[in-house]
């Protein structure tokens, strides 16, 4: 017995450029907010940076042919803004464009398609230096290094995504300081956000004369906020403001062509006329980025009424302490049908970080892994049998990485990657998605 997908669904891999890349110094790339980031002292777990990250950078055919194993149809990686332009705008370093030319070429050799993603957060640091995006002209910048990008590789690009997490960038990054740039100014988020939204929109213009062919997109994180039980009465409104500043924020200026009502206020001052009639610019798919349920309970301690609430105990976590619950990835999944007039959408991340023991014979047999993605994409079956409009998965991720500020401790991959040799082994979890994949459906127990 098997739960089938429906016909021509998607397959695909999700990675990003610093979390695997490594070749920090190599052929001209430039300072990333990343490499500043990570060598500031007390800011990543073990002082881990991603100077060498999987090295994919020069071991990048065994990972294609990886995917090409897998049974992924599309690929989609994300290209460093430093690694094209070092200084985010001005010279552009032919080297590090030949790179993702050769990333492209070696996918259409092996019968997939480029999904490139053209801001994984490592954002030049010479643009930080000029306030990043808390600058309003990062919209004109942006759109520069898409055109540069567009002109190089855009005839075998499939599909663009603009942004990966937009919200995870303004929100951690200049809000909670847990990300780089590590910046805790409230206002300066916002600003932040607006200024993504807008140079998504930009990007949008200029990639759609440039490659007219090619699909756009953008990821947004998609929450499902919910108050704790026990307080369900008291905290529903809180839950909804939760959503409308990590989904609404990125959501609504897109689809509606406003920020959310309970929100305006306070981006008001960012907006100036025009800025929304270039970010509510037509799109081809929304990618959904979707990993946890998200509790809130009330705060006083920071610009917002809410903070993340430990979930219930009764939830399985995965090792990052993520509540595993399949229930919300399918009801992130009917929020987009609801929010956004039910658009095209691309699962384009969701996986979990678990221990993976390599056993004597060089297994990891994660089966954590395995029945995590079966609850998962079980409740993706239900959304899509409700009505969702969803096309496609891409597991985060291909192989172990960097992942942000908890360095190479949390292992998200379906191939295990030994950071002391850099030898790739396909985890269990690999054998069954390639099965999954094959079948397009999900098998059942
Ligand atoms: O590793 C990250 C990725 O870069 C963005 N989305 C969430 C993943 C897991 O934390």
Same mark, same amino acid.
């Given at each position: ?29 430039? +300072? ?19 100077? /060498? ?13 990886? #995917? ?41 050799? +092996? ?11 490592? %954002? ?23 055109? /540069? ?20 960038? @303004? ?11 590590? #910046? ?8 932040? @956000? ?8 930009? @990007? ?44 609404? !924020? ?7 062509? +406003? ?12 907006? +100036? ?11 081809? $798919? #929304? ?18 009424? =809410? ?21 919300? =990835? ?16 691309? /699962? ?10 390599? *056993? ?16 998962? %994409? @079980? ?27 908890? *360095? ?13 040799? %850099? ?8 054998? $069954? ?8 459906? %999900?098998?059942? !127990?």
């Amino acid at each position: 017995m098997t739960m089938r997908f429906p016909e021509g669904f998607l397959w695909g891999v999700s990675t990003s450029s610093y979390q695997i890349e490594g070749g920090a110094p190599d052929d001209g790339r430039g +300072r990333s907010i990343w490499d500043t980031f990570c060598a500031t002292p007390g800011k990543v777990a073990n002082g881990d940076t991603g100077q /060498v990250a999987c090295d994919h950078y020069h071991r990048y055919r065994e990972d294609l042919d990886l #995917l090409r194993d897998l049974g992924a149809k599309v690929y989609r990686f994300s290209v460093m803004w430093p690694r094209v332009i070092p200084d985010g705008g001005g010279m552009v370093n032919p080297k590090g464009l030949d790179f993702y030319d050769r990333i492209v070429d070696g996918l259409l050799e +092996r019968g997939m398609r480029a999904w490139p993603c053209l801001y994984h957060w490592d %954002l030049p640091q010479t643009l930080q230096d000029r306030g990043g995006w808390a600058n309003r002209d990062i919209a004109g910048w942006f759109a520069e290094y898409a055109a /540069v990008v567009a002109r190089r590789i855009g005839d075998r690009v499939e599909n663009w995504v603009t942004f990966n997490e937009p919200s995870v960038s @303004a929100w951690v990054g200049y809000e909670e300081g847990r990300h780089a740039p590590g #910046l805790t100014d409230p206002r300066a988020a916002v600003r932040a @956000a607006h200024h993504l939204n807008l140079a998504h929109g930009r @990007a949008v213009s200029v990639l759609r004369s440039l490659t007219p062919k090619a699909g756009i997109g953008t990821v947004i994180p998609i929450h499902k906020a919910r108050p704790l039980p026990q307080f369900k009465e008291r905290d529903g409104h809180l839950a909804a403001l939760f959503e409308d500043k990590w989904n609404g !924020v990125f959501l609504d200026p897109i689809y509606r062509g +406003r920020y959310p009502a309970s929100l305006e206020a306070r981006f008001s001052e960012h907006v +100036r006329d025009g800025d929304l009639a270039e970010i509510h610019r037509p799109i081809d $798919f #929304l990618g959904v980025n979707h990993y946890f349920p998200s509790y809130v309970q009330p705060s006083v301690k920071g610009a917002w009424p =809410f903070e993340f609430a430990d979930p219930p105990l009764f939830f399985r976590r995965t090792e990052t302490n993520w509540a595993i619950d399949g229930q919300a =990835f399918y009801e992130a999944l009917l929020i987009v049908k609801e929010r956004c007039g039910n658009p095209p959408v691309y /699962v384009t991340e969701n996986g979990g970080a678990f221990i993976d023991v390599v *056993g004597p014979d060089g297994r990891v047999d994660d089966q954590d892994r395995i029945a995590y993605y079966r609850e998962y %994409l @079980a409740g993706l079956q239900r959304a899509i049998s409700e009505g969702a409009d969803v096309r496609g998965f891409m597991p985060w991720s291909l192989i172990d990485n960097f992942e942000w500020a908890v *360095g190479y401790e949390k292992r998200f991959g379906l191939v295990h990657v030994d950071y002391r040799t %850099l030898r790739r082994t396909p985890k269990a979890s690999f054998d $069954f998605m390639r099965k999954v994949i094959a079948a397009n459906a %999900l098998p059942r !127990v």
